[in-house]
């Protein structure tokens, strides 16, 4: 493990989580930033799924896939900061919806689960041939980080670095996490009603004899979502399915930064003991940060967002 102590402050984690998704930290952003006016709305067609995605053509030679976590978007603040500094760094990016992400419930009739892999592996490979950069990087937050460790062990396309900001490793683990702390399960539960009721909006056939708006915790509403709405029995093979396997850190074969910290209030910092310890893949620790934060005092600037810049450019 690489142990990191940036200059994290404030030390609650809690301050440190909220203020990753705060939109306060969107006035880092220039009043036009360059990699918005130069963004372009991209369909991504497969197979399996409809895709959208937002792409910032740039001059150099990389390009970095950005992924949200559970219930944000393309536009999510921590995603629209990281793309700003590596734009400006000279890297194109392109900020990528799941499923059901950043008001496209329309595009899919079935519903985003987060086993769903096969179709996003499939998203990326498209992207990796459409557009044929030399190094392409791939960057995921929260639930995006559990993602992108998965798609990096799954493509066969070549990829120059992946990044897992705050990554579930033990999905069970994280989910009690967020049930047992109020605030946390208050803020998920009216995110994720709100996207069940925008998908129920489109496809209300979906949700015949599912009175879902009854359930009041987090832990019911999965168990009862897995049954009704995917091809596992229980939530534990659910959760299972999408768990970061000892087999799939062996499956990634391209340079892998896991970066967590260790009071983490979503995710415990324990579950990473679980990785291998193999030369492409490393976890970079920090004492402070919350759940995807890693703020640097009044500034607001995150020191995760400096340090990938700095990884993938080689500054």
């Known amino acids: 493990m690489i142990i990191c102590q940036p200059p994290i402050w404030p030390k609650n984690p809690h301050i440190q989580s909220f203020l990753a ?25 497969t197979e399996l799924v409809m895709l959208e995605g937002v792409y910032s053509p740039n001059q150099g030679s990389q390009l970095v896939i950005i992924l949200h976590g559970w219930e944000g978007s393309a536009d999510s603040t921590y995603v629209q900061l990281l793309a700003h500094r590596l734009y400006e760094a000279g890297c194109s990016v392109l900020r990528l919806n799941m499923r059901d992400h950043g008001g496209t419930h329309h595009m899919n009739e079935a519903l985003f ?29 929260s639930l995006g980080g559990n993602f992108a460790l998965r798609m990096a062990a799954y493509t066969e396309k070549k990829l120059s670095n992946v990044f897992a900001i705050s990554p579930p490793i033990n999905p069970h683990n994280a989910m009690l996490a967020i049930q047992n702390t109020r605030i946390y399960h208050a803020y998920f539960m009216k995110k994720w009603r ?13 949700f015949e004899g599912h009175d879902w708006q009854q359930e009041s915790s ?23 399915g999408y768990r970061i396997t000892p087999k799939i850190i062996q499956n990634i074969d391209t340079d892998a930064q896991i970066i967590s910290s260790w009071d983490d209030p979503v995710i415990p910092f324990t579950d990473l003991s679980t990785i291998d310890r193999l030369p492409q893949v490393k976890i970079v620790g920090t004492p402070h940060g919350g759940h995807c934060g890693f703020i640097q005092g009044l500034s607001l600037h995150s020191w995760v967002e400096a340090h990938i810049v700095k990884e993938v450019c080689h500054e």
């Open 113 to 141: 689960h987060s086993c769903r892999i096969e179709e996003m592996v499939m998203a990326l490979d498209w992207i990796v041939d459409r557009f044929e950069y030399q190094d392409i990087s791939l960057c995921g937050f």
């Open 194 to 206: 709100r996207s069940l009721q925008l998908k129920q909006d489109h496809f209300p056939h979906l």
């Open 218 to 240: 987090l832990a019911d509403l999965t168990a009862d979502f897995v049954v009704r709405h995917t091809d596992y029995p229980k939530a534990e093979d659910y959760f299972a």
């Open 21 to 45: 998704s705060s939109r306060l930290r969107l006035r880092l952003l220039p009043k036009e930033p360059r990699f918005i006016k130069q963004a372009q709305q991209l369909i991504i067609d």
